[in-house]
């Protein structure tokens, strides 16, 4: 069992950019997919972005150009930098280590104030 840990959330204007990280309690090497879902009030979680363990990268159509995902699988950690942040990124953040699991984190709030 992993423990998934994330951080960085917060407040931010619109435009304004955020770095989420999220600390993996052990070894992710063997997880083949990361991925950071977002949950806004009264609606479904979706998926952000995702990363494979090589680096195939995969985003949501609402956030790609804005929003770049990446990990470390030696430092076990797993990135989400987001950039030009509009007030419809708004939502509880979690880190997921999919394929062939399903870990998820506590979630982070981002808020971003118009």
């Known amino acids: 069992q992993v423990q998934l840990v994330e951080s960085g959330g917060g407040l931010v204007q619109a435009g304004g950019s955020l770095t989420l990280s999220c600390a993996a309690s052990?070894?992710?090497?063997?997880?083949?997919?990361m991925g950071w879902y977002r949950q806004a009030p009264g609606k479904q979680r979706e998926l952000v972005a995702s990363?494979?363990?090589?680096?195939?990268?995969n985003y949501a159509d609402s956030v790609k150009g804005r929003v770049t995902i990446s990990r470390d699988n030696a430092k076990n950690t797993v990135s989400l930098q987001m950039t030009n942040l509009k007030p419809e990124d708004t939502a509880v953040y979690y880190c997921?280590?999919?394929?062939?699991?399903?870990?998820w984190g506590q979630g982070t709030q981002v808020t971003v104030s118009s």
């Open positions: 052990g070894s992710i090497f063997s997880i083949n997919v």
């Open positions: 990363i494979t363990r090589v680096g195939r990268t």
């Open positions: 997921n280590g999919g394929w062939p699991y399903n870990y």
